[in-house]
C-alpha cells in the first residue's frame, strides 16, 4: 500500500515482504520482477538495484502495539527492524545509502518500553548520519476510519530541505504530546539531529463510512436475528445508550463495532463496543474474533449486524475496488488490515518527499 500511495512518479527498485500472500497481491498489481519473498535479513546486495532516493519500512507492530505482548523493538516481530537496518548500513558500506528513510508503526513506539525502543530508533539514525523526525498522521483525515500512525522520517546529511517542510518548534496537530515527551527523552547530540516537519492542514474528509459500504456484501452474511441479539447483550450500558439514541433518531445508522476484554469489578468480561461517529475502528489483522469489525445497522426498531467486508475493509485503506484481494476472508482481511493507508502515503509524499527530492542538483525519482 505504500507504493499505490508514493504513486506513478516513483520508480521501485525492490519490493520485499516476508508473508508470500502479501508477495503475491503485489505482484499481480506491479508485476514479479523486483519482488522478494524473504525475511528482509536474508536479502543480499545483489537484490538491491542501483541506489534509491527512499527506503520505506513499515515493519510488524505486533511486540509496539498496546494489544501487544510489551516485548518492544526487540521482540520476535518488531525485531525485524534491526534486520532492516541491517541492510542500510549494508548499502552505508556500499556508498549506496538511500538519501530518504521512512519508517512506520504504531504510536505505541513512542512508548513501548517506557519510552526506550524510540531513543534507540533515534539513536541509530543519527548515528547512521541521518538527521529525522516524526509526525503522527491520522488516516481519520482522508478516509472514514481511525487509524493514527507515526512516521519516523530520516534525510540523509547534506541534502537541502524546502523551507515548506520544516517549523521551528512542533505543533498541536501534527506532534501529539507522547511524540514531544519521546523527544524529550533523547540525548542532547541526538536532539540536534531532529527535525520537526509540517505538512499543511488536510482538505476536509468528504468520504463517509456508509458511502464506502457494500449494498450487497461479498464474502460474509448477514447476522441471524439471535447472533445480533447476543451482540447486543454484550454492551455495558454506555454502549447500548449508544444502540437506543440511534434507534431514536428515526435515521438510518451503521455503526462500526470491536468485541474487547474489559476488567469489571475484577471480573474479566467480554464486552462489544460501538460507535456511531461515521468513523470505522482501526482495522487489525483477524488474529481471532475479537479482531473482526462488526458493522451493526440502526434502522428504526430493526437492528441487523455483519462482519465487515473484505472489499470495505480495503476501501477504508484508500484501496480503489478493482485492487486485487485474496479469495479467503481472512487472508484478505489481512492483507488490508496490515497495511498503511494509501492516502496518507501520498499526503506524505506530495509535501514532504517529493519536495525534498525535487530540490537536490540530481536525484531520479526511485524507491527501494
Known amino acids: 500500500m505504500a507504493r499505490a500511495g508514493l504513486g506513478p512518479a516513483w520508480e521501485c527498485r525492490l519490493a520485499n515482504d516476508i508473508d508470500p500472500l502479501k508477495t503475491a497481491v503485489y505482484s499481480h498489481c506491479w508485476g514479479s520482477e523486483h519482488v522478494v519473498t524473504a525475511d528482509v535479513g536474508s536479502l543480499r546486495s545483489e537484490d538491491f538495484r542501483g541506489v534509491a532516493d527512499l527506503a520505506w519500512a513499515s515493519f510488524p507492530c505486533q511486540d509496539l502495539s498496546l494489544a501487544g505482548n510489551g516485548a518492544g523493538i526487540n521482540g520476535a516481530r518488531s525485531g525485524a527492524f534491526w534486520s532492516f537496518w541491517k541492510q542500510i548500513e549494508m548499502l552505508k558500506r556500499e556508498n549506496r545509502a538511500p538519501d530518504l528513510v521512512v519508517l512506520e508503526n504504531v504510536c505505541g513506539t513512542l512508548t513501548a518500553n517506557n519510552g526506550k525502543d524510540f531513543v534507540s530508533l533515534a539513536d541509530t539514525l543519527a548515528g547512521a548520519h541521518y538527521r529525522f523526525g516524526a509526525l503522527i498522521v491520522d488516516a481519520v483525515h482522508f478516509l472514514p476510519q481511525s487509524r493514527p500512525r507515526l512516521f519516523l522520517i530520516a534525510v540523509r546529511d547534506g541534502l537541502v530541505l524546502p523551507r515548506e517542510t520544516t517549523v521551528e518548534h512542533p505543533t498541536e496537530f501534527w506532534h501529539s504530546r507522547s511524540l514531544i515527551e519521546a523527544h524529550g527523552r533523547l540525548s542532547t547530540s541526538v536532539k540536534k539531529r531532529w527535525i520537526w516537519w509540517t505538512l499543511p492542514a488536510p482538505a476536509a474528509r468528504k468520504a463517509r463510512l456508509l458511502d464506502l459500504l457494500e449494498a450487497e456484501p461479498t464474502g460474509v452474511d448477514w447476522h441471524t436475528p439471535d447472533e445480533t441479539d447476543r451482540l447486543l447483550s454484550l454492551m455495558g450500558p454506555l454502549h447500548r445508550e449508544r444502540v437506543e439514541s440511534a434507534k431514536r433518531s428515526g435515521a438510518r445508522q451503521v455503526g462500526a463495532i470491536y468485541k474487547r476484554t474489559r ?106
Open 263 to 368: 476488567v469489571e469489578l475484577g471480573i474479566r468480561r467480554q464486552r462489544a463496543e460501538v460507535r456511531f461517529d461515521d468513523i470505522a475502528g482501526c482495522l487489525r489483522t483477524p488474529g481471532g474474533g475479537s479482531s473482526r469489525q462488526v458493522l451493526l445497522f440502526v434502522d428504526g426498531e430493526k437492528i441487523r449486524s455483519r462482519l465487515l467486508s473484505v472489499r470495505e475493509a480495503a476501501r477504508l485503506m484508500g484501496l480503489p475496488d478493482e485492487y486485487p484481494l485474496p479469495n479467503r476472508y481472512n487472508d484478505g482481511y489481512h492483507v488490508a488490515g496490515d497495511g498503511v493507508a494509501v492516502p496518507v502515503v501520498r499526503f506524505l509524499a506530495h509535501n514532504i518527499l517529493e519536495p525534498i527530492v525535487q530540490t537536490q542538483p540530481a536525484l531520479a525519482q526511485d524507491v527501494a
